[in-house]
């Protein structure tokens, strides 16, 4: 047996030994398409991200790593040219404890877009999990770690911590979360108050630790079986006030249609509390165990008590 044979297998050893007697003390958080195409949109909201998950640990964590990967960004500059001022913006949020997974895959000259669709992350095809390109081992698999999905690399399934590629049927075991495209104010439909970044007012839903276990808003809705949108499951929650809007204009239009305007004064309103409206729907399915079903038929009781 060679040295370094040798060194994995008491390193595997020292590894379980470790586990038995309380686990790992390393948590690491990767991100996906942090850098945006080059701009620093998605920083702040990384910033809020962060802090929550880092501020929830569990005590064992006293070690904490983060790893940016980005597949489109290399870091000589031979994919597209990246500020150093934005690299360096980055590394001081951080702290200047972070790295930055350099990309190897190549791009095709027309979309700019790497040509392997399969390896959008370095990805061992036996574990599925991260590889760094020089040791191979960046990536402990005991190790807790989530992935901060910004580039919507992945779609879920129906099954825990198990993702998709986008657009593909390969699927791999990660613990990953996807919350739409943070990078912007994009107001939704029939409600100016909530985009994506509303997700982040209700960050202690999204992401939090059940008894030491990380757990998600996409692994709770699995969990009890709610059916939402695999490839964005953020929708699920914004799609159920909406689903709500329409229960209830119907109502108001019925006790309010010969009055002038009515539909434009239902606008006012419904955008005056929508916000408060999409809180509850965190609280009433995270706190209450409520399904949409339920969910809905509550927000109507309230809306009738007005």
């Known amino acids: 047996m060679n040295y370094k044979n040798k060194y994995l297998k008491y390193k595997n050893k020292y590894i379980k030994l470790k586990n038995m007697i309380g686990g790992t003390n390393t948590f690491t958080i990767y991100t996906t398409g942090i850098f945006d195409w080059g701009k620093t949109n998605l920083f702040r909201p990384w910033q809020i991200i962060k802090e929550k998950i880092i501020h929830s640990l569990p005590e064992k964590f006293t070690n904490i790593n983060i790893k940016h990967y980005d597949p489109l960004i290399d870091i000589h500059g031979n994919k597209i040219n990246l500020d150093p001022l934005i690299r360096t913006q980055l590394l001081n949020i951080d702290d200047n404890n972070c790295e930055i997974i350099e990309s190897h895959l190549p791009l095709d000259d027309e979309s700019h877009l790497p040509l392997d669709d399969e390896s959008h992350l370095p990805l061992d095809d036996e574990s ?36 998709k590629l986008f657009d593909s049927h390969k ?3 990660l613990n990953a979360i996807y919350l739409g495209y943070l990078g912007e104010l994009q107001p939704k439909e029939y409600c100016l108050d909530i985009s994506n970044l509303s997700l982040l007012d209700n960050l202690p839903f999204i992401i939090r630790f059940d008894n030491g276990e990380l757990i998600t808003y996409i692994d709770y809705l699995i969990i ?35 009055i002038p305007n009515y539909a434009n004064n239902f606008d006012l309103l419904f955008n005056r509390y929508c916000r408060h409206i999409y809180k509850l729907i965190f609280e009433f399915i995270y706190n209450f165990g409520f399904s949409k079903e339920n969910v809905l038929i509550e927000l109507f009781n309230i809306y009738l008590r007005f």
């Open 171 to 173: 699927e791999f075991s």
């Open 224 to 258: 009890n079986h709610h059916d939402f949108n695999k490839s964005n499951p953020q929708d699920y929650f914004y799609d159920i006030l909406i689903e709500f809007r329409r229960n209830i204009f119907n109502d108001y239009r019925d006790k309010n249609s010969t």
């Open 128 to 163: 599925h999990l991260p590889l760094d390109d020089e040791s191979h081992s960046f990536f402990n698999e005991q190790d807790s770690y989530i992935i901060i999905d910004f580039a919507h690399i992945f779609e879920y399934t129906v099954e825990l911590h198990k993702v």
